[in-house]
């Protein structure tokens, strides 16, 4: 599975941006996909998930303020983020675990300026 995020950009505190992931096949049979970023020089950490079935974890931080959908028609999936802060500045990928798989997008670059 092939991953293409767009979206990322220079964004003020407060405001917000939209990602999205285009998969090269079909999502409808992959049960887990989301969202992790990654700070210079630390592990990524989960930003969001979504489930086949529509159910949705969020990391701690990002409670209340990202919003991770799928579309299975577009084979998409979406990171609404608002309520922007100068922490959620981070390199975002996105992923889909397929057979137990984890395929991975190129990364896209968060920068929230204060």
């Known amino acids: 599975v092939q991953l293409q995020a767009s979206g990322g950009g220079l964004v003020q505190a407060g405001g917000s941006l939209r990602l999205s992931c285009a998969a090269s096949q079909s999502i409808s049979s992959i049960n887990v996909m989301g969202w992790y970023r990654q700070y210079p020089g630390k592990q990524r950490e989960l930003v969001a998930q979504?489930?086949?079935?529509?159910?949705?974890t969020y990391g701690n931080s990002v409670k209340g303020r990202f919003t991770c959908s799928r579309d299975n028609a577009k084979n998409t999936v979406d990171l609404q983020m608002d309520s922007l802060k100068p922490e959620d500045t981070a390199v975002y990928f996105c992923?889909?675990?397929?057979?137990?798989?984890?395929?991975w997008g190129q990364g896209t670059l968060v920068t929230v300026s204060s």
């Open positions: 992923y889909v675990v397929r057979r137990l798989i984890i395929y």
């Open positions: 979504i489930t086949s079935d529509g159910t949705t």
